[in-house]
């Protein structure tokens, strides 16, 4: 019987686990529809409706929502890949993030409603679409704050560069942030090609592009990282795998023009921040929202 060679025994693994995505995909919630996501939030302690609208620029559209009162700050949620607005349904729904801010989310473009299944690689097209939707309603609030997750942070760090006057807080979650520290499996190579394309969601395909290219995004970042001046939190587990820790020590580093800056690496944490740390996430937006509202004297103030 002729030996299977290792090369070829990672790749029929590889194309095992690109099988398990297809298969796997009916039953993971990657977006939602509008009637539907809109009967979710519905479901709130404070009654509060949401509403969904589409923002339209240079060819691409940007599906989002909003739920809450306009005259608190707002905060923007920005997911990772794959992923969707979807993703962040508990945080939407929280009661005591809605009594201190409106809560608003997107579906980057690619994902959810936003033109799925069509990558746009350029995190700074990404991110003027995204400030854009954010312009909009800026007027009607006394602060914005961008929480970023995973390659969502990316983005979110990208906006605060390019926008500064835009964005009054950050927070950067499991964020991919420095060129090349990232992992990149090997079906994320094979199914660049188009015999294998095919058989992916839209939203896998999408991310499968997105990490080919986070490198040369975030190269093109690396000198921009003086333009950030809101006040930031980074949060990143010393044991993910995905997103290296590093990404977190890089950001500390050069956030050297930063309002206010909170660095926590979390021992023993993964990539799993939002599953095993959201009262820490939800303390950390109150925080930055007391900063923008309060000024330094918000520092004073419990966390509880």
Known sequence: MKKIIPNRKRFYFSLAIVLLFIYAYDFMEMRISTPTFQAVLSDNPLGYRARFDTLEQDGRALRYLEIGTDSLPLVVFIHGAPSSSSFWKTFLRDSSLLSKAK??????????????????????????LIAEAIREKRGQHPAVILHGSSYGGTVAARIAMDFPDLVDGLLLQSASLKAGSEKTFLFTHITRHWPFRWLLPGSIHVANMEKLSHKAQLDSMAGLWGRIKSATILLHGDEDGLI?????????????????????????????????????????LEKLIRLTAGGADALALPEG
């Open 103 to 128: 809560l608003m989310a997107v579906d980057r473009p690619g994902y959810g409603y936003s033109g799925y299944g069509q990558p746009e690689l350029s995190v700074k097209k990404q991110a003027a």
């Open 244 to 284: 290296y820790p590093e990404n977190a020590i890089f950001a500390r580093d050069h956030l050297e023009n930063a309002s206010f800056l909170e660095f926590k690496m979390l021992e023993g944490r993964k990539h799993d921040l939002l599953w095993t740390k959201r009262a820490l996430l939800e303390k950390s």
